[in-house]
């Protein structure tokens, strides 16, 4: 059978098993590339009138607060700083503007690939403090944890991090208490879930009855872990399914999770739109205080004030829609984005404007 057979086969039955569960069905993609994924490869258009896909706070720019943002800004204008940041972040703006417009108004701030390259930086110019800006899920925790390392090895006294990484499973759990949220099961993460292995959404199953299915990001994958979900809801089930094993085991990634474990603990994070929680982000252990750009440069996180008008809350806690906001396609653009949303390249309303904005209609963000 041929892909496309495959995918014909999977979108039928998908439409018989959905009109069976008597009302529209709506599953919550979890990681930002799930949704730029299905976006791109037309996905979400084959979805029949009974399954709607909502976006959930997957992207980490998305979800990074602003006050990350601004201390970021703050960091990147001050004397003597090279601040180092991965590129979707450099256009994302706070109160103070964006990181972009500081580096043109002469800050050092510069684009990496990897948190080895601001190591680098670091070892090469010993006369300037490095900040890396060590933003994302716990997929690229651990790269972050052995850049803490490799300092510490070489005994860098001029390197530190920023540290706003996010945990996956505080906010999906913050999320399921929200009354307003009515979503019927979880696609999660592929990436993440290599990581913190299937078995970390236990919990979402067992205490929340919240299907859960595992799936990888090409559009066949996609579609069947939609429709494993449908499976359950309309058997009435709750399960824990992983449709994706030869990357995404049980327990944890071992070597991942030692380096994590190793350099971080939990502690409390402000996310966009869902505000500070508890134990949902990860802090440099007391070991490695001394990479830790905040206390370094006596930076004080200040209060989140979100672009006027912009949705992106609301977008990633599957509130709305980005048609819904009326700066989508008019005031913000991904040549000149407003919210974060916008800016990222796994960014739903990026992803909207590149393969959906020919469906706004007349009075849609209006």
Not at 69 to 95: K, P, Q, S
Not at 231 to 253: C, F, H, I, K, S
Not at 295 to 320: H, K, M, S, Y
Request: glycine letters at 10%; hydrophobic letters at 40%.
């Amino acid at each position: 059978m041929t892909p496309r057979e495959q995918m014909a086969r999977l979108t039928a039955e998908l439409a018989e098993t959905a009109q069976r569960a008597g009302r529209r069905l709506s599953y919550m993609e979890v990681c930002g590339t799930h949704t730029v994924s299905g976006f791109r490869s037309g996905i979400h258009a084959l979805m029949p009138e009974t399954v709607r896909l909502v976006s959930g706070p997957g992207c980490p720019v998305c979800v990074t607060a602003q006050r990350y943002i601004d201390a970021l800004i703050d960091l990147g204008r001050r004397d003597g700083v090279t601040l180092t940041t991965y590129g979707d972040m450099l256009r994302v703006t706070g109160e103070g503007g964006s990181l972009e417009l500081a580096r043109s108004e002469g800050a050092d701030v510069r684009v990496v690939t990897s948190s080895m390259e601001a190591i680098e930086i670091a070892r090469a110019e010993p006369e300037r403090e490095v900040v890396f800006a060590a933003v994302g899920f716990e997929t690229t925790a651990p790269a972050t944890a052995a850049a803490v390392l490799a300092a510490e090895q070489d005994d860098l006294p001029n390197f530190t991090v920023l540290a706003a990484h996010k945990l996956v499973l505080p906010a999906m759990q913050t999320l399921l208490a929200d009354p307003n949220l009515a979503i019927d099961g979880f696609l999660c993460p592929g990436h993440v879930s290599v990581v913190i292995g299937a078995e970390a959404y236990r919990p979402v199953v067992d205490e929340h009855a919240m299907p859960c299915v595992i799936a990888g990001f090409e559009p066949l994958q996609m579609m069947e872990g939609i429709l494993h979900l449908t499976r359950q809801t309309v058997a009435g089930e709750a399960r824990l399914e992983n449709l994706y094993p030869t990357v995404v085991g049980d327990e944890p990634q071992p070597h991942a999770a030692a380096l994590i474990e190793r350099v971080f603990e939990p502690g409390d994070s402000a996310w966009r739109a869902l505000g500070v929680m508890t134990e949902s982000g990860l802090d440099l252990r007391p070991a490695y205080a001394r990479f830790d750009a905040l206390a370094r440069f006596g930076l004080v996180l200040g209060e989140d004030v979100d672009p006027p008008g912009c949705r992106c809350g609301e977008v990633i806690t599957g509130q709305c829609e980005p048609i819904d906001c009326r700066l989508f396609g008019r005031a913000c653009t991904p040549v000149v984005p407003i919210g974060p949303c916008m800016v990222s390249s796994e960014g739903t309303c990026q992803a909207w404007f590149k393969y959906r904005r020919h469906e706004m209609r007349a009075g849609a963000g209006a």
